[in-house]
Nanobody, 125 residues
Framework: QVQLVQSGGGSVQSGGSLKLSCAASTTVFDRYAVGWFRHVPGKEREWVACISNKDGTYDGHTKYVDSVKGRFTISRVGNTAYLQMDNLKPDDTAIYYC????????????????WGQGTQVTVSS
């Protein structure tokens, strides 16, 4: 079992920045794909970004949903994954979740095995 603990988030004005963190309870986090999703109550959970596992064929490949390309950056250092969010917009307001899957490519569906507890991001206009 891998535990994912999220931190970061909060409230900012439109155009501001926030950085979300996702700390994993494993020393081999590089072997996991990481996905970030967001959820607005009453709507479907939306995939935001992902990074594949670093070893082997997938080589840390990243992907983003079109609405955040050029504004969000997914990365990882050691056992922590990050989502840097710049030029935030009110439509980015949601609960953000990180997720992880062992030895996997970047996945855009919410089929990851492990999930963080979620963190609220609120962007005001």
């Amino acid at each position: 079992q891998v535990q994912l603990v999220q931190s970061g988030g909060g409230s900012v004005q439109s155009g501001g920045s926030l950085k979300l963190s996702c700390a994993a309870s494993t020393t081999v986090f590089d072997r996991y794909a990481v996905g970030w999703f967001r959820h607005v109550p009453g709507k479907e959970r939306e995939w935001v970004a992902c990074i594949s596992n670093k070893d082997g064929t997938y080589d840390g490949h990243t992907k983003y949903v079109d609405s955040v390309k050029g504004r969000f950056t997914i990365s990882r250092v050691g056992n922590t994954a990050y989502l840097q969010m710049d030029n935030l917009k009110p439509d980015d307001t949601a609960i953000y979740y990180c997720s992880a899957q062992y030895w996997a490519p970047c996945m855009t569906r919410a089929t990851y095995d492990y999930w963080g507890q979620g963190t609220q991001v609120t962007v005001s206009s």
